[in-house]
């Protein structure tokens, strides 16, 4: 069964500019969630997806958002992009909302912004 | 202001030996707990995961121990080997809907020795 698959794996980009990550759940995966992970601020939620609604958003600026998509494929969108953005955002899938099933996580994408 | 990383706790052994990372956390209604073990380059990989009805579950080689009197959480992991050279993140989750949404530990780095 194939993992968490999330692309780009790196992105360089500039201040101003607005970057957008993807991510593929394992199959049958329902839930998604995203995370930044920063040496500074260690690994946070940005905010969970199930059935193309974002049941959850962490303590980010509006600039972050995503979506689900009906195949439960998300992506999330960064705007205005700061210099504070630099880090690695990973995508994480489980079987369903509510359930105590461990999260499963891809290998993230490495922002860098210039 | 600048930000300054996080000094995340070490822990040495031998090859052979067995390890226990400790990890405190901060929710008393936290009601699932999960190990991740993340390698350079990759995302948190999933170890081993409790409920709060337990206080001990075994793994293939690891063990996680519960005590929520004093909400502490450990990982032991026995014959260590060196390919169990990594970060190590414990992660709680209050529960409700919402598993998808986990709080992390700053995580320990372990390094074994041949």
């Known amino acids: 069964k194939a993992g968490v698959t999330q692309t780009p794996r790196y992105l360089i980009k500039t201040r101003g500019q607005q970057v957008t990550l993807s991510c593929s759940p394992i199959s049958g995966h329902r839930s998604v969630s995203w995370y930044q992970q920063t040496p500074g601020q260690g690994l946070q939620f940005l905010f969970e997806y199930f059935s193309e609604t974002q049941r959850n958003k962490g303590n980010f600026p509006g600039r972050f958002s995503g979506r689900q998509f009906s195949n439960s494929r998300s992506e999330m969108n960064v705007s205005t992009l700061e210099l504070g953005d630099s880090a690695l955002y990973l995508c994480?899938?489980?079987?369903?909302?509510?359930?105590?099933?461990?999260?499963?996580f891809g290998n993230g994408t490495r922002l860098t912004v210039t | 202001g600048e930000s300054v990383g996080l000094h995340l706790p070490t822990l040495s052994v031998q090859e052979g030996d067995n390890s226990i990372i400790n990890c405190a956390y901060s929710?008393?209604?936290?009601?699932?707990f999960i190990w991740y073990k993340q390698e350079s380059g990759k995302g948190p990989q999933f170890i081993i995961d409790?409920?709060?009805?337990?206080d001990k579950r075994q793994g293939q080689r690891v063990t996680v121990l519960l005590n929520k009197t004093v909400k502490h959480l450990s990982l032991q992991i026995a014959a260590t080997q060196p390919g169990d050279s990594a970060v190590y993140f414990c992660a709680e989750n209050a529960g409700g809907t919402s598993y998808g949404k986990l709080t992390f530990g700053q995580g320990t780095i372990l390094t074994v020795h041949p």
């Open positions: 994480a899938s489980s079987l369903a909302l509510g359930t105590q099933s461990p999260l499963h």
């Open positions: 929710n008393s209604a936290s009601d699932y």
């Open positions: 409790i409920r709060s009805n337990m």
